[in-house]
C-alpha cells in the first residue's frame, strides 16, 4: 500500500503559478503510476494528469495542456504538479492518486486509481 499527503495549495491570482507537491510513504513508490485530479465545487472529479512510474510518460487533460507539468522523484517519493498560468476555473481541490503500474498504460479514470490524499485546495481570484 501506500499513503499519500498532498501539499502546496493556496490562494493566487489569476496567471500566477503554484507548485503542488504529493508524498508518498510505503514502499514501492516507483512501482507506481501517478495522477492528479481535480474537483471543483458542484462539480465532478475529473482527471487532470498522470506520469508513468519512471516519469518517461505524461498526458495531460486538454484544459492544461500546456499550462501544467507533472513531474516525479522518485528518490524522494514525492510527485509534482506545476500549474502556471492559472485561470479561476482552475479552481479546486487537487487531489493526487496511485495505482500499481504492472505494465499498465496511463490511466485517465479516476476508479483505476486505489489510492488517493485527501487533496490541497487551490483557489484562483481574477
Known amino acids: 500500500q501506500v499513503q499519500l499527503v498532498e501539499s502546496g495549495g493556496g490562494l493566487v491570482q489569476a496567471g500566477g503559478s503554484l507548485r503542488l507537491s504529493c508524498a508518498a510513504s510505503?514502499?514501492?513508490?516507483?512501482?507506481?503510476?501517478m495522477g492528479w485530479f481535480r474537483q471543483a465545487p458542484g462539480k465532478e472529479r475529473e482527471f487532470v494528469a498522470a506520469v508513468s512510474w519512471y516519469g518517461g510518460s505524461t498526458y495531460y487533460a486538454d484544459s492544461v495542456k500546456g499550462r501544467f507539468t507533472i513531474s516525479r522523484d522518485n528518490a524522494k517519493n514525492t510527485v509534482y504538479l506545476q500549474v502556471n498560468s492559472l485561470k479561476p476555473e482552475d479552481t479546486a481541490a487537487y487531489y493526487c492518486?496511485?495505482?500499481?503500474?504492472?505494465?499498465?498504460?496511463?490511466?485517465?479514470?479516476?476508479?483505476?486509481?486505489?489510492?488517493w490524499g485527501e487533496g490541497t485546495l487551490v483557489t484562483v481570484f481574477s
Open positions: 510505503g514502499r514501492s513508490f516507483s512501482s507506481y503510476s
Open positions: 492518486a496511485a495505482v500499481r503500474a504492472l505494465g499498465r498504460g496511463l490511466s485517465l479514470k479516476e476508479n483505476d486509481y486505489p489510492y
